[in-house]
């Protein structure tokens, strides 16, 4: 018995042990929290702070990746919104100090410091949004008056399917609640196979023009921007095998010459990444696998994305155009680009 009793207390103190551990060293037991919303699907829970694998996250009110902001933006200060998924929120092996929207802080603050008194840029992202998220997110909270607003996507968000909160609470990935243990959320979210959620999967297989509705979405982001003083710059990183040989396949290259034609149409701004990836000897150092940015990538997307905010700034201090001129930049998009899109996917 004394055995028995002895070799119980051992396992218990070693579980305590890990407990702790998992707890301190790796953030386990504390995930970031999740909340459904019915137009945006999904959003991270506000008012975070968490710490994984040594990288601090902070969640503020709004569901952004950013400290607190008062919603009206003050006269002297340089407002930059950024949406987009897990490319721009950095996820948990990025550090808050060196996610996109802080580096492209830095970076702008470093040039007009001398023309305004701070510059905000506001991270309104989570992981595998697309441009309906994004669209419904400013439907939502608006546009915080940032001057510009920067659509950042990846190839696949082109395809990306319709909001829905089916994940939140179900999804390992997309928690609702925190777990009693640490070790419990090892065990769920890395050694027991998840269960296919049979709902998800039907919205995985939406039919449709996909692109279309997409870019329809993007329409609709620029439409909802006041008529003056306000940008939208459009941004779009590759898949990593898309940069290697053979490139992008037929249906992505297709979707890619929509987006392009879209964008001149609507005059809007476009920083297509994959032809500057493919310039560097050894692409695959900018990412950490085949979607995500290495620390080094990013610092090359967020100086690019810098300094096209720069120009666009440069040009609004230039000259300004009417609501009448903005508005007839959509009156002359021939009508069948739009076709077999939606005009409102929440009507």
Known sequence: MKIVF?????????GVLLEIGLRVFFGFGDPLLYVADQQIGYRLAPNQRVRRFGNRIQIN????????IPIERPEQILRVLLLGDS???????????????????RKLTAQFIHDYERVEVLNASANSWGPRNELAYLMRFGNFNAQIVVLLINT?????????SIQVGRDRSYPNRKPMLAIT?????????????????????????RVGINLEAIRQIKKNLPATNHHLLVAMTPLLREVRTPGPRDYELAARRRLTEFTQLAQIPYLNFLPLFKRFDQ???LYRDHIHLSPEGNLFVSDLISGKIEQLLTNMNQAKTSTRNEMSNYENVPADLWKDVIEDPWK
């Open 87 to 105: 490319i721009a929120n950095g996820g948990w092996w990025t550090d808050q100090s060196e996610i996109l929207s802080e580096l492209i802080s």
């Open 61 to 68: 009110h709004y569901s952004m990746r950013s400290a607190d």
């Open 156 to 164: 696949d968000d082109l395809f990306a399917t319709a909001p829905t």
């Open 185 to 209: 959320e090892v065990l769920t979210r890395y050694l027991i196979k998840p269960k296919p959620i049979p709902e998800l999967e039907a919205v995985k297989n939406e039919s449709g023009d």
């Open 6 to 14: 002895f070799l119980l207390v051992v396992i218990l103190i070693d």
């Open 283 to 285: 692409p695959e150092d």
